[in-house]
T-cell receptor, first 116, second 109 residues
Framework: GAVVSQHPSRVICKSGTSVKIECRSLDFQATTMFWYRQFPKQSLMLMATSNEGSKATYEQGVEKDKFLINHASLTLSTLTVTSAHPEDSSFYIC????????????FGQGTRLTVV | GQNIDQPTEMTATEGAIVQINCTYQTSGFNGLFWYQQHAGEAPTFLSYNVLDGLEEKGRFSSFLSRSKGYSYLLLKELQMKDSASYLCAVQDSNYQLIWGAGTKLIIKP
């Protein structure tokens, strides 16, 4: 199957700093990527849809100025958590689907963010 | 609104069979997916159903009834490594994935 690579897998940062998470599609071009957040014992919560070459679409309640998304190429989307606070500590996962095909979503490995 | 329902948690015995149900109400339907997620890891794809009936893949099978808005994932010959959360997701008319909350499956020896 297709491969989506996410980096870093774990990051610990100080409160008030920013953290960038990268999501790459390794063997296909992804015009759209999805960013999810998952709190312990809860399901995936879609945060935003990242669109190559245009602005991301954010879900209701997600602050676009806090969670900056850039999708500058067909294989790379980044999520930057700005001015991170302890309540932002979570598991962040990206996914992508092969364009034009009704196939499953391929997930990155996930990033465990801990803000101290 | 759109809604996906799954049991929160199930327990089964190693070597046995377990069925995880999923019911859905969505704006349109373009297929149903099952994913497995181990703690601290990303979900991995298990199955996809778009037509009614049973899809079998090794120890795992998935069933769909579109008229009933119902699916189940059947796991046979359970192994300890099958302990995980199982997520049901429906693709709506806009090809957006709507996710269930997941079912945590606990396997006991």
């Amino acid at each position: 199957g297709a491969v989506v690579s996410q980096h870093p897998s774990r990051v610990i940062c100080k409160s008030g700093t920013s953290v960038k998470i990268e999501c790459r599609s390794l063997d296909f071009q992804a015009t759209t990527m999805f960013w999810y957040r998952q709190f312990p014992k809860q399901s995936l919560m879609l945060m935003a849809t990242s669109n190559e070459g245009s602005k991301a679409t954010y879900e209701q309640g997600v602050e676009k100025d806090k969670f900056l998304i850039n999708h500058a190429s067909l294989t790379l989307s980044t999520l930057t958590v700005t001015s991170a606070h302890p309540e932002d500590s979570s598991f962040y996962i990206c996914s992508a689907r092969i364009p034009g095909q009704n196939t499953e979503a391929f997930f990155g490995q996930g990033t465990r963010l801990t803000v101290v | 609104g759109q809604n996906i329902d799954q049991p929160t948690e199930m327990t089964a015995t190693e070597g046995a069979i377990v069925q995880i149900n999923c019911t859905y109400q969505t704006s349109g339907f373009n297929g149903l997916f099952w994913y497995q997620q181990h703690a601290g890891e990303a979900p991995t794809f298990l199955s996809y159903n778009v037509l009614d009936g049973l899809e079998e893949k090794g120890r795992f099978s998935s069933f769909l009834s579109r008229s009933k808005g119902y699916s189940y994932l059947l796991l046979k010959e359970l192994q300890m490594k099958d302990s995980a959360s199982y997520l049901c997701a429906v693709q709506d008319s806009n090809y957006q994935l709507i996710w269930g909350a997941g079912t945590k499956l606990i396997i006991k020896p």
